[in-house]
């Protein structure tokens, strides 16, 4: 089963940007909260941002001010905008797809990551 399709990572240099696209297929789109994790080598999967239904948003702290997760529901797709890209942010990025109830994030689906590498 493919749900959800990751695309736009690559190679980009520190202070960069790229935007990451999250293709969702099924029904049901508009109302389930969307989110963004991502792993590095070594690392615990964490989450980055996520956008729930009425379009209420939450960062890592570590984001916050640089990445900017947005939803377009005709097209069934949720982004990623990543600007000033640091060597840290470094990682398999993911999408999901879940329901959300205050802090609680549910994941029901998970995408197969993309590949973003930020380069010193």
């Known amino acids: 089963q493919v749900h959800l399709v990751e695309s736009g990572g690559g190679l980009v240099q520190a202070g960069g940007s790229l935007r990451l696209s999250c293709a969702a297929s099924?029904?049901?789109?508009?109302?389930?909260?969307m989110g963004w994790h991502r792993q590095a080598p070594g690392k615990q999967r964490e989450l980055v941002a996520r956008?729930?239904?009425?379009?209420?948003?939450n960062y890592q702290d570590s984001v916050k001010g640089r990445f900017t997760i947005s939803r377009d529901n005709a097209k069934n797709t949720v982004y990623l905008q990543m600007n000033s890209l640091k060597p840290e942010d470094t990682a398999v990025y993911y999408c999901?797809?879940?329901?959300?109830?205050?802090?609680?994030?549910?994941?029901?689906?998970w995408g197969k990551g993309t590949l973003v590498t930020v380069s010193s």
């Open positions: 999901a797809a879940g329901d959300s109830r205050g802090s609680i994030f549910n994941i029901y689906y």
């Open positions: 956008i729930a239904s009425d379009s209420t948003t």
């Open positions: 099924g029904t049901a789109f508009s109302v389930r909260t």
